[in-house]
């Protein structure tokens, strides 16, 4: 059987969702349409599934070895719920935390440190009598912020959280059994940390001793609670640790985001006058910030530090350049310079936006007086002629 040819495909699981499978199939037909034969096979796709982003597929897979009658391992389980949350798919991490309960499998410290970093399951902790290490106050803090309703006391909670961090417990549980559940992952990738994304890189970008902190000043950004975020900052300093550039980052946003342009441009100053590494994250986070509102002085400070970011050899990413596109293209009024020079940037090195980003500033070209033969023009519409057979996008509308 081709192990991972099953993978392909998002209709799977779709189609398995209306055919439940409910019959007995041909061999042949089973063996096209399974994931795995055994145990070892499934960790395997499980792991790749993981590697590729598509925690989606995680349910499905076990829905699959539960059909044919295989035996989840603990190891197993661990590979599921780490890879669910990583996808921040909550339901699904405690849907198998309850399955493998059901199993006679007790979780165990590393699998409660997994689950607590997105869901607060404080009392199953106490009861086993285990101690929190810095992942796990990382995400109380995590949970603090997506409770629903938000509580009025979210940011004294999450002070209050630093605080206790401080005296965490020294059993740490991330060590060789975190990393036998998912081989090549960071410890901030398995436990769903806003730097997961960051933690390989270099030149003082995380400062791994920071963790609590971290999740702290992200959940501070996302609430714009800028009274408790520049609480924490003096409270790192007091600590004697230096911001980084990933706090230095959320303390842009956290004033960007609350529309104080000029405190959060002061940050992004200090920070290249210090003589520290400049990252191409700083000027994204800039642009992004300052374009909050569609201000004028906004967009034009959005436009000044990508011709900054340019200046300095930083080229965009596709994920980077679409993000921003699809943000300055829904810009109401103005000369839509912003847009124009994402586009342009993005068209100089080749690269395709995302459909999303493409249409958005398809749809704001057409709220302007452009010509119909002008060259930026025609280039989307080619671009959204080949997305459209790909994702069967809205008709043509010219």
Not at 41 to 51: D, I, K, Q
Request: proline share 3%; charged share 25%.
């Amino acid at each position: 059987m081709k192990l991972l040819q099953s993978i392909n495909g998002h209709g799977r699981t779709y189609l398995r969702s209306l055919q439940r499978r409910y019959y007995a199939a041909q061999t042949e037909e089973y063996l096209r349409r399974n994931y795995a034969n055994n145990i070892s096979e499934y960790n395997t796709v499980v792991g790749s599934l993981t590697a590729q982003r598509r925690h989606f597929l995680l349910r499905d897979v076990y829905d699959d070895m539960m059909l044919d009658g295989i035996q989840p391992s603990r190891d197993t389980f661990h590979s599921l719920i780490a890879g669910t949350m990583k996808g921040a798919r909550l339901q699904d991490a405690v849907f198998f935390r309850d399955e493998m309960k059901s199993m006679g499998l007790l979780p165990d410290a590393t699998l409660y440190n997994f689950l607590i970093s997105t869901y607060a399951i404080v009392r199953d902790m106490t009861a086993a009598g285990l101690g929190l290490n810095k992942f796990c106050y990382a995400g109380l803090i995590i949970a603090h912020k997506h409770k629903i309703p938000l509580a009025d006391d979210t940011a004294t909670k999450i002070i209050e959280l630093i605080e206790q961090s401080k005296g965490w417990s020294s059993a740490d549980v991330t060590g060789a059994t975190a990393e036998n559940v998912m081989m090549g992952v960071s410890p901030e990738e398995l436990f769903n940390m806003p730097t997961a994304e960051f933690a390989h890189r270099r030149g003082g970008f995380v400062d791994k001793r920071l963790t609590v902190y971290h999740a702290a000043f992200h959940a501070l950004a996302d609430l714009r609670y800028v009274e408790a975020m520049e609480t924490i900052l003096k409270m790192l300093e007091q600590d004697n640790n230096q911001s980084d550039a990933f706090i230095t980052m959320q303390v842009m946003r956290c004033y960007l985001h609350s529309g104080d342009l000029d405190r959060g441009y002061k940050v992004f100053e200090d920070y290249m006058n210090s003589g520290r590494v400049p990252f191409i994250e700083l000027y994204v986070t800039l642009a992004e910030g300052a374009m909050v509102g569609y201000t004028p002085k906004g967009m034009q400070i959005a436009q000044d530090a990508l011709v900054q970011m340019t200046s300095r050899n930083f080229n965009l990413s596709q994920r980077m350049g679409s993000d921003l596109l699809l943000i300055a293209a829904r810009e109401k009024t103005g000369g839509y310079t912003t847009a124009n020079y994402l586009w342009d940037l993005m068209q100089a090195r080749n690269i395709t936006p995302s459909q999303p980003a493409v249409e958005a500033y398809f749809d704001g070209l057409k709220e302007r007086e452009i010509p119909s033969d002008d060259p930026r023009l025609l280039k989307v519409i080619e671009i959204l002629d080949n997305y459209r057979p790909r994702f069967n996008g809205r008709p043509q509308r010219l």
